[in-house]
Nanobody
Framework: QVQLVESGGGLVQAGGSLRLSCAAS????????MGWFRQAPGKEREFVAA????????YYGDSVKGRFTISRDNAKNTVYLQMTGLKPEDTAVYYC???????????????????WGQGTQVTVSS
């Protein structure tokens, strides 16, 4: 069992930056692929980024590529999402997730993750 708690959300102006954190408790954090997803009102949950267990591989959704960076610190049981160049369309609730999907293609599917945090709101004003 893994418990995930996100933090770092808030209100920011367009062009600004935020760093989200996701603290994990429970067993074997370092064995999980970690993902970030987001969901805006009335929209489906969207893949944002994922990172493999060691941090050696990352994968990004097209809408955030080049602006967001995912990283992890296994010693601290924490995964991060550094967001720069924020746009109003980035406004959403951001969720972190833990799972063991085997390939980057599977990392993008929210159904392949076993554990989820409660989410943190990110609002970007224009």
């Amino acid at each position: 069992q893994v418990q995930l708690v996100e933090s770092g959300g808030g209100l920011v102006q367009a062009g600004g930056s935020l760093r989200l954190s996701c603290a994990a408790s429970g067993r074997a954090f370092s064995t999980y692929t970690m993902g970030w997803f987001r969901q805006a009102p009335g929209k489906e949950r969207e893949f944002v980024a994922a990172i493999n267990w060691s941090g050696s591989r990352t994968y990004y959704g097209d809408s955030v590529k080049g602006r967001f960076t995912i990283s992890r610190d296994n010693a601290k049981n924490t995964v991060y999402l550094q967001m720069t160049g924020l746009k109003p369309e980035d406004t959403a609730v951001y969720y972190c997730a833990a799972g063991q999907p085997s390939t980057p293609r599977r990392w993008t599917r929210h159904g392949n993750y076993d554990y989820w945090g409660q989410g943190t709101q990110v609002t970007v004003s224009s």
